[in-house]
């Protein structure tokens, strides 16, 4: 028979609502089984948690696991042997759990290293979140996210679909334009005609699977939110005409801001390429207002760290410096994760949910940036990692 045990920490962020709340989290076996107003007679084993706010499992919506921004060049990463980029994964996603990363959504991997990677996770032969992989991406020839494989047309694009649904994807990922990190390539134009789109999106629908895109602006967006996508990646340069029809067809966006803003991002790794360098600033100079007009749109939004491992409170801080009140901001990477993840079993702390948690010290909702130091990282009913909250 599973244990027992109670969280007693000083409040307790459910996402559920916009305020803490003088909680007990009942955890027994994987699940939450209750959140009680006191401990129950029946609980014997009390993990108390004094000065810390407890909160969902962290999801980090948008990333890679063999990718390091600040190594530069990141489609060459993916071209690397198996064994190496195994080796960065396996250390990588450590540093995700260790951050309060529960799970993680993997936006594109070659060699089959997400569903290795997976494996070995869920084997407990190495630590790290749970992974939902989307497989190989689709890509275009020398485009944006083309390391090993590229599509050339729907036939293409159905078999690659296929493959990587047999393999166990969570979902789907297909590069709609260009973007920061690779020369010659524009953060507009879309190498794929919206009949190619629009195939790729009945593909991995027929499938049970979400089709994510990544879209910066201009056409290649205008193309993907109209032909049957379910997310939009990025999104740093649509505009308002684009935020209002994603609202209108209920699409999620996904931000990624610190893979742009933090000093170990596309600046540290490819700081000598003049145009990578352009885009980078415009990105930059824009992003603010373009995800002001998101938040406002009422969209459902989720943020991502793009490989920069360990980092997603930079980004739900950012997001909140955006306008997201820290409660939207918190759900961003909680409970509306979930919803983009298509994984209703956890994201929040309610009965019957997946006993994935964070804690960390003070009150994100009046500091959000406590959120960078967890003191407590529980994963699926196992704590797998649990600091002093006084020392230091």
């Known amino acids: 028979m599973n244990a027992r045990y109670a969280l007693l920490a000083d409040g307790v962020f459910t996402g559920l609502s916009e305020t803490l709340q003088a909680a007990v989290v009942i955890v027994e076996g994987d699940r939450i089984v209750g959140v009680e107003t006191g401990v129950p007679s029946d609980v014997a084993n009390v993990v108390r948690l004094p000065g810390v706010t407890l909160l969902p499992g962290l999801i980090d919506a948008h990333t890679h696991v063999s990718i390091l921004p600040s190594r530069g060049n990141q489609i060459d990463q993916m071209r690397v042997p198996l064994a190496e980029q195994m080796s960065i994964a396996r250390s990588s996603v450590q ?24 494996a070995e996770i869920a084997a407990g032969d190495t630590l790290g979140p749970d992974l939902i992989c989307a497989g190989v991406q689709l890509a275009k020839q020398n485009g944006h996210g083309h390391a090993l494989t590229a599509v050339s047309d729907v036939e293409d694009i159905r078999r690659l679909v296929d493959e990587n649904a047999r393999k166990g994807a969570g979902l789907i990922k297909i590069f709609t334009t260009g973007g920061v990190s690779t020369v010659a390539t ?157 994984r209703s079993d956890r994201g929040a702390i309610a009965p019957g949910l997946r006993a994935d948690l964070v804690g960390v010290v003070g009150n994100p909702l009046e500091d959000i940036r406590v959120m960078s130091r967890p003191v407590f990282v529980m994963k699926a009913g196992a704590i797998v990692h649990r600091l002093d909250p006084h020392a230091g």
């Open 186 to 342: 524009s953060q507009a134009d879309c190498p794929f005609t919206p009949e190619e789109i629009r195939a790729a999106a009945d593909a991995a629908h027929d499938r049970g699977l979400k089709l994510a895109s990544h879209a910066h602006g201009g056409e290649g967006a205008k193309r993907a939110i109209e032909n049957g996508v379910d997310t939009i990646e990025h999104g740093v340069l649509l505009d308002q005409r684009m935020i209002e029809e994603a609202a209108r067809r209920a699409l999620a966006i996904v931000g990624t801001f610190s893979i742009q803003d933090h000093p170990a991002g596309i600046l540290a790794g490819d700081a000598k390429s003049p145009e990578i360098q352009r885009k980078l600033l415009e990105v930059r100079s824009r992003v603010g207002e373009t995800w002001r007009r998101i938040l406002d749109s009422g969209v459902r939004v989720a943020v991502g760290t793009d490989s920069m491992h360990g980092c997603l409170a930079f980004d739900i801080a950012r997001l909140a410096t955006f306008g997201a009140s820290p409660a939207r901001a918190l759900r961003a990477a909680t409970v509306d994760a979930a919803a983009v993840c298509d």
């Open 95 to 118: 540093a995700d759990l260790l951050s309060g990363v529960t799970t993680m959504r993997i936006m594109g991997q070659e060699l089959g290293v997400d569903f290795a990677l997976k």
